[in-house]
């Protein structure tokens, strides 16, 4: 079994900055990718970044310049940097990782909530 455990979540004023950690154990075999996402009240998930093996990344427009995703490959474990932190980005942020290589399978933590307050 794989466990995704989240933690940095919590509430600061706007352009305030946090750290979201996901520490990934179980039956490992090989991380593809790790990535955030975020759910607000009244809205549908959405991808916030990702961070594959190779060091490459993606943003959602909304992030960009803002969030800096990371990955420490010897430790299994991803990080998301939240600099100038805006009201609109309150939401419960999800870690998610795909693990393969073969019969690549998706997993998800528990979330975490994040708010800002103007």
């Known amino acids: 079994q794989v466990q995704l455990v989240e933690s940095g979540g919590g509430l600061v004023q706007a352009g305030g900055s946090l750290r979201l950690s996901c520490a990934v154990s179980g039956s490992i075999f090989s991380i593809n990718t790790m990535g955030w996402y975020r759910q607000a009240p009244g809205k549908e998930r959405e991808q916030v970044a990702t961070?594959?093996?190779?060091?490459?990344?993606y943003y959602a427009s909304s992030v960009k310049g803002r969030f800096t995703i990371s990955r420490d490959n010897a430790k299994n474990t991803g990080y998301l940097q939240m600099n100038s932190l805006k009201p609109e980005d309150t939401a419960v942020y999800y870690c998610s990782v795909v693990i393969g290589p073969s019969n690549p399978k998706n997993y998800w933590g528990q979330g975490t909530q994040v708010t800002v307050s103007s």
């Open positions: 961070v594959f093996r190779s060091g490459s990344t």
